[in-house]
Structures are given as C-alpha cells and as structure tokens.
C-alpha cells in the first residue's frame, strides 16, 4: 500500500499541480494558445527527444530483444484502434482522436518517472523505458500525425510536413551522435539540456490552459473507449505478448508497466496545432491521465508478482 502511494503522490500528483496551474493562467490572462504549441512542438519537443536519447545507456543485445515485441505490440494496438473506430462508426477529428489515443502513450514525463521509482536499483528496467519513448516519438510523428492530417491531406503531403518537423532530426541526430560515439560540445548540450528541462512543464501547462477553455456539458463517448483501450486493452495485450515471445525479469515487468501508461499529451499538443478536434483530444489525455493512478499501479503491482 505505501509503494502504491509513493507513485501516487511523486508522479501523479505533480502532473495534477501543472494541469492546475495552467487552468489558473489561461482563466486570469486568456493566453492564445497556438503560439505556445508551436513553441512546445518546434523547438522543447525536439530537444527533449534529442536528450533521452543521446544519453540512453542501451545495450546492444537488450534493443535486439525488443525490436520483435515492439514492432508486434504497435501493430496490434494500432489494428485495434482502426477496427474500434469502424465499429464505433466514427468520422473524421473523433475518429482521429480514438485512435491516437489507443496507440499512443505517454512514456515521456509519466512513464520515465514511473520507471525511475519503480526500477531504482535495476537501470535495465529504465533502460527499456528509453527504448520505448523513443519507439512512441516516432509513431507521434508517423502514424500520429497521419491520422490527424490523412483525412484532408494526401499521404505525400503527410510526409512533407512530418519532414518539416525538427523532431525527426533530433531523432536522427541523436542515433548517428550514438553510433559513432561523438561528443556533443558543451556549449551546445546546456542550451539543449535547459529545453528539454522545461519540455514537460510546458506541455502541461499547455493542456491544463486546453482545457480552462472546454466546457465540459457530457462525457463523450470516445473518452470512455479511448480509456478502455489505452489503459485495460494495451497492458492485455502486452501482457499476451510478453508470455508468448517468453520475455522474462525486468524486461518483461518494464515493457509490461509501459504498456500501461495513459494517453501521449503529444496528442492534444498536435490537435492543437492543426486544429483537429483539439478540445477532445484534451479531454482524452486528461481523464486517461486520472484514471491511470488506479491502472497502472494495478499493473505495477501484477508485474512485479508475475515476473
């Protein structure tokens, strides 16, 4: 019960304050909002990826291991996804909206957290972690954001905007810095590292300014699907995953516990920016995030008992 209640108190209860404190701003000095997401998106989301990254200790041998389950775990969630919403019979932004918020998770400022207090004295676990983030950049900015643009773009003009994104050269930066061992200099890495610090306050204040501006008259539909997808439907399917491809130990309890973390706040930043149902979108990150207090401790808990 007290392990239950240090995840509550150091993780969720901060990311409670922010959203908070960015309610409380947007109702006293009425922020427009798009150049905050145009910040957040072009110059601290790169930044923070590029940092993650860079300094991951990831083994050679561990990101082999994972590649199969990863690659599986993102195909099915994101078949899901598709199938719900046509069942569901849902168009255009809410269609949009279950679906990236189904597949994408945020293993950013929630999960990394989640893993530091949960493995702090295996880094193998955190080391998956990493390893997941980086998975979840990429599928942000391909699967994510052609869902957002597909409907009135075409695939071509999907992949000329997401190569207009910095965030894809910090990732590629960050690999090849990787791959041959280079030195950043460091006139250069405390710019960066002072971004990337203040990337996960940001993007909360963000959603919690989203969201002073929603007028919350019923509880949509896609909240409680979105939910029921990210938070029970993922960790069921990682945890089916994880027993048939024989992942044991830390790997299989940290690519569990990832599983079960709540809806990207990446998505709600990126409706924001091409106005895509921007309101429900943010309504999703934000009832997912709550709901996860109860479900990932629940599944922090089943990891450590069956691994």
């Given at each position: 019960m007290a392990y239950i209640s240090l995840i509550f108190v150091?993780?969720?209860?901060?990311?409670?304050?922010?959203?908070?404190?960015?309610?409380?701003?947007?109702?006293?000095?009425?922020?427009?909002?798009?150049?905050?997401a145009n910040l957040l998106t072009y110059c601290f989301l790169p930044s923070a990826v590029f940092l993650n990254l860079y300094e991951a200790e990831i083994d050679a041998g561990l990101l082999?291991?994972?590649?199969?389950?990863?690659?599986?775990?993102?195909?099915?969630?994101?078949?899901f996804g598709e199938w719900l919403s046509r069942f569901l019979g849902l168009a255009g932004g809410e269609q949009t909206a279950l679906k990236n918020s189904i597949s994408l998770m945020n293993s950013g400022n929630y999960g990394l957290p989640v893993s530091q207090l949960a493995?702090?004295?295996?880094?193998?676990?955190?080391?998956?972690?990493?390893?997941?983030?980086?998975?979840?950049?990429?599928?942000?900015?391909?699967?994510?954001?052609?869902?957002?643009?597909?409907?009135?773009?075409?695939?071509?003009?999907?992949?000329r905007e997401l190569l207009r994104l910095p965030v894809i050269y910090a990732l590629a930066a960050a690999f090849i810095l990787k791959m041959f061992q280079a030195e950043v200099p460091r006139f250069i890495m405390v710019?960066?590292?002072?971004?990337?610090?203040?990337?996960?306050?940001?993007?909360?204040?963000?959603?919690?300014?989203?969201?002073?501006?929603?007028?919350?008259?019923s509880f949509h539909r896609v909240i409680a699907w979105s939910a029921l997808g990210r938070l029970i439907v993922g960790p069921a399917v990682a945890l089916l995953l994880i027993m048939l491809l024989g992942i044991d130990g830390v790997i299989a309890q940290s690519l569990f516990i990832a599983s079960a973390f709540p809806t990207s706040r990446n998505t709600a930043t990126l409706a924001l920016e091409y106005d895509v149902e921007p309101e429900l979108h943010a309504q999703v990150v934000l009832y997912s995030t709550i709901l996860s207090s109860i479900t990932v401790t629940f599944v922090i808990y089943l990891s450590m008992q069956l691994f």
């Open positions: 150091d993780v969720i209860v901060p990311l409670l304050i922010l959203l908070g404190i960015g309610v409380l701003l947007q109702k006293k000095f009425e922020f427009r909002l798009r150049p905050i082999g291991q994972l590649v199969v389950y990863l690659a599986l775990f993102v195909l099915v969630i994101a078949l493995f702090s004295a295996n880094p193998v676990g955190v080391s998956v972690q990493i390893i997941v983030l980086v998975v979840q950049n990429l599928l942000t900015f391909t699967y994510g954001l052609y869902n957002l643009r597909s409907s009135s773009k075409s695939l071509v003009e999907v992949m710019p960066i590292e002072q971004l990337a610090g203040g990337f996960a306050a940001l993007a909360l204040l963000l959603l919690g300014m989203q969201l002073a501006q929603i007028e919350i008259r």
